[in-house]
């Protein structure tokens, strides 16, 4: 019989196989976090499942051996997709070809789910696992990054040209809908560990669209709004200097508001020695020193701690610099400006698109091999 911690290891290295993995720590708090999380039976299912959603029938015939009916495993997984746990359940009828359950992600996955379940033990677990090993998967060079930076839209002059991708007005109004919004778990998080956001009141920030946005609407934690609202939330953020940062494709299915002292990527990245360069943006900020009076507004706004006065002069360090604009924005002699990159990042033209390439780039040439054989299999992947 296997003893319930075993369950939980197997389940951490179920979960450390996906796209966006989830490491083990020398002191195991990943196996207490996901005791939070799961029940021993939920564990289990778990590590049945695969990250590409697949049949309730095909699950079935994968767990018979824990003796369910498929009534009963489709009770099971619901409330498990109802907790954020997995993906899957009434939102993720294909065709009508019946309810497809998978895996989630842990982060950008199951942690940003608790939001409506939130409670303390969760936040201290989730911090201390964040600080130790999560943070350098989250951060990885060697794979295309989940999230990307783009401009606030007060940086952008008409002398740029902003690819649609990089322009948030152009990403809402290109978008099919619906959309949703709700609170920042990055903020709430902090509130609960007794460290608010320094920045800024704003709690209702979190924009999701499409697919995702009614996977929010579904767990309950979020309300749906219209295009308009939309961009009057991000209009706010913007004037607030967060950062705003889509999902790292073409067709983005959330647009994250973010802060350099809660948000779980900028806190995270900014311990790096070259937070820069884990970064995706298309963008960097320069200084027109004879414009530049010395003010030291570009110097507060910025999240990323990438500005400094010098002779009463504004610097750039660009090894922390992400090209938010947030300084541009903000500088009442208008002495900063932003500068494209030379090789600009194209993101991939949607979700799906984006994670497969991040599971290519993990698993390498082989292991990609591998991969697509189960795949034409029908092999769990």
Not at 299 to 325: F, K, P
Not at 365 to 377: N, P
Request: charged share 25%; net charge neutral.
């Amino acid at each position: 019989m296997i003893e319930e911690k075993d369950i939980y290891r197997q389940l951490q290295q179920r979960l450390d196989d996906l796209p966006v993995g989830f490491p083990s720590t020398q002191t195991g708090i990943e196996i207490d976090l996901l005791k939070v999380l799961f029940s021993p039976e939920e564990a289990k299912l778990a590590t049945k499942l695969g990250f590409l959603p697949e049949p309730l029938k095909k699950i079935h015939r994968r767990v018979k051996k824990m003796g369910m009916s498929l009534n009963e495993l489709e009770s099971f997984l619901d409330n498990m997709v109802q907790k954020g746990l997995i993906l899957g359940g009434d939102i993720y009828k294909n065709r009508g070809k019946g309810k497809f359950y998978g895996n989630a992600l842990y982060a950008i996955g199951i942690y940003d789910y608790q939001l409506g379940r939130l409670t303390k033990e969760f936040a201290e677990a989730n911090y201390k696992y964040l600080n130790e090993d999560l943070l350098y998967e989250l951060n990885r060079k060697d794979i295309p990054s989940q999230i990307r930076t783009i401009p606030v839209e007060k940086s952008i002059t008409p002398e740029h040209y902003v690819s649609s991708y990089d322009d948030i007005r152009k990403i809402i109004e290109n978008s099919e809908g619906p959309f949703a919004v709700a609170d920042c778990i990055c903020r709430k998080t902090m509130n609960l560990l007794g460290n608010p956001c320094k920045t800024t009141n704003l709690l209702e920030t979190c924009i999701s669209m499409e697919e995702a946005a009614l996977h929010t609407l579904y767990l309950g934690y979020a309300r749906e709004i219209d295009k308009q609202e939309v961009l009057e939330i991000l209009n706010k953020a913007q004037d607030e200097g967060l950062i705003l940062q889509p999902t790292n494709s073409q067709r983005p299915v959330f647009v994250c508001a973010c802060c350099g002292d809660c948000c779980a990527f900028l806190a995270s990245m900014k311990k790096l020695p070259r937070p820069a360069d884990y970064f995706t943006s298309n963008y960097f900020s320069e200084v027109d020193e004879e414009l530049c009076d010395g003010c030291g507004t570009c110097v507060e706004r910025c999240q990323m701690g990438a500005l400094t006065l010098v002779d009463n002069i504004s610097h750039v360090n660009l090894d922390l610099c992400i090209g938010c604009g947030n300084c541009v924005a903000s500088c009442p002699s208008n002495a900063r400006y932003l500068i494209k990159k030379s090789k600009e990042h194209v993101p991939p033209k949607d979700f799906e698109k984006l994670y497969t390439k991040i599971l290519m780039k993990k698993k390498g040439f082989i292991g990609t091999l591998k991969t697509l054989g189960r795949m034409m299999l029908g092999m769990r992947i």
